[in-house]
């Protein structure tokens, strides 16, 4: 895994605003807004191939024994790509330091000046969380909310923040020019993989059903639209612009202050929704007739007035509308909220302050904070059920409550209470539940995971404990922001599936590789089934396709990456899709980290977006999306 972040910009405390400060003793609590992240470096995809830039050897490329690593860059890099050159001392994908104030490199811990956006954590890191309706006689005496946790910004590395962000235009005339505007001069095909088995963030959820992707006649895809990135307001380094979705017809992100729908094979706008301010963060999940739920600032913030995330709101995506928009109070003063989620035609929001629901269809209230106690509920995980993880205690001893509730009631069907001392946990799966934490801070690498607890959302007992050390597994998980954002694993078939760290491929050519491995969820133990990279590729499980995993392929610095299903019983990979291996394209595609990105993939389309806008940049073009597609 990867080394930890530096902590938060801390911005200065307002009433019911600013990160929440942790009492020795229960209190009141106050509203708060999310702590600002450090500004992250933004990528730099370029218009067309710079081939006055050659790239020296690193992994993945031909190299003689004993020849040393690459120098690090003299500016943060954005990570090239999987087997490209790299600066190995600080780990995968990232720099040696990271970023100072607006952006400047700085020493690891360094205290650094907060921006005007009071950036979220990227999203390659989970979801929502919400609060739910106190019950008499509850354990923690109900979902009653207390101002307490200290907020501590999750990893955010020079590889993984992606430029851009908004889609301020996407191809909408349909010009060949403008659609490989990343590939000037140069095929937009990818390899002609055959579907048969190759050599070597998820979403969690029941097995259901029969897979449904199947591999194509031509695995080799194509550039279908990009969308530049937008630029920021002057003043500003970077602006969140975490959310995106895909429905039959649609692919949906979110801009500065705005969500466009695109047509998913075209790229063509089918329709802009104009909100006041940027999206803080955003649910992946969608209703059956496509809805979702985002979070949202009520203005553009400014270096004087950050604003706060106070207002929650269902979003049409095939209509391109905004169903409705509410707020939830603690006391006097507006949620800022983390997260938000839907589950059982439930919307829930949480934060430090407290959180509250709604009904998805009408916007009505299904409870709101309680703030009489020292338990409140700091997020939940949605989908199949609706999971809640509620901190009680004081900060120096706190217990984390892991409930799965009714998501029309709040009332908590079962209970499984952590050990003492874990602060953060983020909800892997709900369907069966999967709970990831970082256990006494052991993982040492800023993935906030060192084990994996199954959990029996019926009786609330544990199933397993699942050891995932830092060093031997590439998953991550922020528990501290958005509970149920996971990337690198993904659960299905009562198992957890998870992407191993790189590690030599034990061949003469100095390549690396990694793999997906395979836990039983009954039992906490590996199932032995092992799906292989590949020399000089780096595999990500995404999501389930029945029973089935979807995974990407990162490619070395001369191939393009890869969509493969992997049979969850015999772990046989069938290539879906290959993309474009010429410079231009690589150069894009490499910049959607699979840990920091956003990365959509169903019926033969891939789409990868960035999750911050950004100005550290010289270039004429940035894309915060490319979108590829097989024949």
């Known amino acids: 895994m990867t080394q930890p972040p530096p902590p938060p910009n801390q911005p200065p405390q307002q009433p019911g605003f600013g990160p929440p400060q942790e009492p020795s003793q229960p209190q009141q609590p106050a509203p708060s807004a999310p702590a600002t992240p450090p ?48 600066q190995p001392p600080a780990g995968y994908g990232y720099p040696a330091q990271q970023p100072g104030p607006y952006g400047q490199p700085g020493p690891y811990g360094q ?65 060949d020019d403008d659609k490989q505007t990343t590939a000037e001069g140069g095929d937009t095909k990818g390899g002609k993989g055959d579907g048969k088995e190759g050599g070597g963030s998820g979403d969690g959820g029941a097995t259901t059903g029969e897979a449904k992707e199947k591999a194509p006649a031509s695995t080799g895809s194509k550039v279908l639209f990009q969308v530049p990135s937008p630029k920021v307001p002057k003043g500003t380094t970077s602006i969140p612009i975490s959310g995106s979705w895909l429905t039959d017809s649609v692919y ?14 075209t790229g063509t706008k089918k329709w802009t929704l104009d909100l006041p301010g940027p999206v803080c963060t955003a649910t992946p999940h969608l209703t059956e007739d496509n809805k ?21 709101a269902v979003i049409d995506l095939e209509a391109g509308t905004k169903v409705w928009s509410k707020t939830a109070k603690s006391g006097t003063m507006p949620i800022s909220f983390n997260n938000v989620t839907l589950s059982g035609g439930t919307v829930a929001a949480g934060s430090t302050s407290g959180g509250a629901a709604w009904d998805v269809a009408t916007g009505d209230e299904r409870w709101a904070p309680k703030t009489s106690d020292s338990c409140y509920d700091a997020g939940y995980g949605g989908g199949p059920k609706l999971v809640a993880v509620r ?63 199954s959990i029996d959302s019926k009786t609330g007992k544990l199933r397993a ?40 491929s034990g061949g003469e050519s100095y390549s690396q590789t990694n793999e997906v491995v395979a836990f039983d969820l009954a039992t906490g133990k590996q199932t032995g089934q092992r799906a292989d990279a590949g020399e000089n590729y780096e595999i990500y499980p995404l999501r389930m396709d029945g029973p089935n995993v979807i995974a990407y392929k990162r490619p070395p610095y001369d191939k393009g990456g890869q969509i493969v299903s992997i049979d969850g019983e015999s772990f046989k990979e069938t290539l879906l899709m290959e993309n474009p291996s010429t410079e231009a394209v690589r150069d894009v595609e490499s910049r959607m980290s699979p840990e920091y990105s956003e990365i959509q993939y169903g019926q033969g389309g891939l789409y990868m977006s960035s999750v911050y806008a950004s100005d550290f940049t010289t270039r004429e073009k940035e894309y915060s999306v490319i979108a590829f597609g097989t024949e």
Not at 297 to 308: C, E, G, I, R, Y
């Open 111 to 175: 205290p650094q000046q907060p921006g005007p956006y009071g950036q979220q954590p990227p999203y390659g890191y989970a979801q929502p969380t919400v609060p739910m309706q106190a019950q008499a006689g509850q354990q923690g005496g109900g979902r009653k909310i207390n101002a307490q946790v200290a907020i501590i910004v999750s990893a955010v590395a020079a590889i993984a923040l992606i430029v851009g962000g908004g889609v301020w235009y996407a191809n909408s005339s349909g010009k």
């Open 292 to 312: 979702t739920a985002i979070v949202h600032k009520p203005a553009m913030p400014t270096a004087q007035d950050p604003k706060s995330c106070t207002e929650v």
């Open 465 to 504: 404990r699942l050891s995932a050390p830092g060093d031997e597994f590439a998953a991550r998980c922020d528990g501290i922001y958005k509970v149920e954002n996971c990337s690198g694993v993904t659960v299905g078939n009562d198992r957890l599936y998870i992407a191993t760290e790189e590690h030599d």
């Open 391 to 453: 901190k009680c205690g004081s900060y120096d001893q706190r217990q984390l409550h892991i409930q799965t509730v009714d998501p029309t009631s709040g009332d908590v069907l079962a209970e499984y209470k952590m050990d003492e001392g874990i602060e953060y946990a983020a909800v892997v799966s709900t369907d069966p539940l999967v709970v990831a934490a970082d256990v006494g801070d052991s993982a040492g690498d800023g993935s906030g995971i060192s084990d994996f607890f």
């Open 252 to 265: 949906a992100k979110s801009g500065l202050s705005e969500i466009t729908g695109y047509d998913r094979g």
């Open 39 to 86: 500004t992250p470096p933004a990528q730099q995809p370029p218009a067309g191939p710079d081939l006055s830039k050659a790239p020296q050897p690193g992994y993945g490329y031909p190299q003689a024994p004993g020849t040393p690593p690459p120098a690090a860059p003299p500016t943060p890099p954005q990570g090239p790509g999987y087997g490209y050159p790299q």
